[in-house]
């Protein structure tokens, strides 16, 4: 037992020593990230706005942090600094709607994650607090033309508050852009037996369907409790701030941080992937006054005509994934996004990934763009589309004068894995694009 014992404590250590070689090489490099903004004009290259027509020559402007002019004969201004884009294209920076991107850093070390809280009911935990800026995984991942991400904790039934941050900064703070996007919330799903690819042929339904329905009915009744005396802690309080003899309810931070959300004033992020939870969040959200967006959304194409209806958001995050029935086809999740753009259903694309493989973005919607999505609205589900989900289309996702100066330059399509990105402005500042990948390619690519 002793010598168990040990071995824990050795991998332990070891761990640590890692996460902390990985976390002082990440600072180091993090240094050179620093940057004032800049004033640039990238003249004669392809302009893909997004939200209008391509401009096949032209000329993009960043000032103060902004896009100042983008058009075939816009002005450069005096002593700006020049890039010439022949032969490339730009576009805006891609946005990742559903990770948990500086949360965790290597899931199988505990020490380095940081994604949820202790307990069912967290809606005061902020994401926000928890975020690594110094994380490999920010520049392997700016590395590929993303410069936004959503990261959202995880864990419990409401999980707490999602994050919108910049992949540019040395805190938290300097990376925010919507520090409290919106509340988490892992809606109680019927255990069937896991889920996941091909989970019909690795476990078993269980052995009470009844009992598995109970269970999940209980703990919908107990979320449906916490947000009704969550809603008669708001009105005591307006009460009591309206009439000076009635005495205040005692603070509560678990109600307090629901208030925001049974008002309408955030949307409510349900994790949900099959159509009879889809379902049932929709009837819950209703019941309850909530702003919906559902996040996961495998079988979200089997309730387009109620999503389109409600006019609820969804968030795809298994587009490259297998599907989870053994009877589906195997391209069931790759047509997922053609289905739902073919309804009218507003939608977005996602990893859903905890850090390392965000930088794949752009493949997820290229895999949507060769089974049926067109290209132009595969791009506009990781660039515009994601922003007017998460309310941030008037800050960022286009092209569009006044807008944050979020861009990428690239040398061919940006869905591409070919397609190598040139130049990244993040917030109107150049960001440095190496990795720890470009570091070791550098290291040893001369080696014999």
């Not at 800050?395 to 894995?417: H, I, Q, T, Y």
Request: glycine residues 8%; proline residues 6%.
């Amino acid at each position: 037992m002793r010598a168990v014992g040990q071995l824990r404590w050795f991998r332990l250590v070891a761990g640590l020593g890692f996460c902390l070689a990985l976390t002082l090489d990440a600072l180091a490099q993090q240094k050179l990230d620093i940057a004032p903004r800049v004033t640039v004009a990238i003249r004669d290259a392809r302009l893909v706005t997004v939200s209008g027509e391509t401009i096949e020559r032209g000329t993009l402007v960043i000032r103060d942090g902004r896009i100042a002019a983008v058009g075939a004969t816009a002005a450069i201004p005096s002593g700006a600094q020049i890039i010439d884009g022949k032969g490339l294209t730009v576009y805006p920076g891609m946005i990742d709607a559903a990770t948990s991107l500086g949360l965790v850093e290597i899931p199988a070390v505990a020490a380095t994650v940081d994604q949820g809280e202790v307990g069912d009911y967290n809606p005061n935990a902020r994401a926000i607090v928890a975020v690594n800026p110094h994380s490999a995984h920010v520049r392997v991942t700016r590395y590929n033309g993303i410069t936004n991400v959503a990261t959202m904790p995880d864990g419990g039934v409401i999980c707490g508050q999602a994050t919108f941050i910049n992949l540019y900064g040395t805190s938290p703070q300097e990376m925010a852009v919507v520090p409290s996007l919106g509340l988490v919330i892992n809606f109680p799903r019927l255990n069937t037996g896991g889920g996941g690819p091909f989970a019909a042929f690795r476990q078993p339904p269980p052995a009470n369907i009844a009992e598995a329905i109970a269970t999940r009915n209980r703990r919908v009744e107990e979320l449906r409790q916490v947000l009704r005396e969550a809603a008669d802690y708001g009105r005591a309080k307006a009460a009591a701030a309206a009439d000076p003899n009635i005495p205040r309810p005692a603070t509560n931070v678990v109600y307090e941080s629901l208030l925001p959300a049974l008002r309408g004033e955030m949307p409510v992020f349900f994790r949900a992937d099959r159509a009879q939870d889809i379902h049932a969040v929709l009837a819950f959200a209703e019941d309850m006054g909530l702003r919906p967006i559902i996040v996961g959304g495998n079988d979200a194409w089997m309730c387009a005509a109620e999503l389109k209806a409600k006019n609820v958001p969804v968030i795809l995050t298994g587009v490259l994934d297998l599907p989870s029935r053994e009877d589906d086809p195997y391209d069931v999740l790759y047509e997922n996004a053609a289905k739902l753009h073919q309804a009218g259903v507003k939608f977005c694309i996602s990893t859903g990934d905890n850090g390392a493989h965000v930088r794949d973005l752009p493949y997820h919607a290229g895999m949507a763009a060769a089974f049926g999505l067109s290209p132009q609205a595969a791009l506009r589900a990781v660039t515009l589309s994601a922003a007017e989900v998460l309310g941030v289309s008037d800050r960022l996702g286009s092209l569009d004068v006044g807008k944050m100066a979020n861009v990428v330059v690239a040398d061919g399509d940006l869905l591409e894995p070919r397609t190598r990105v040139k130049y990244a402005f993040i917030d109107g500042r150049p960001a440095q694009l190496t990795s720890r990948h470009t570091e070791l390619y550098e290291q040893f690519k001369e080696r014999k």
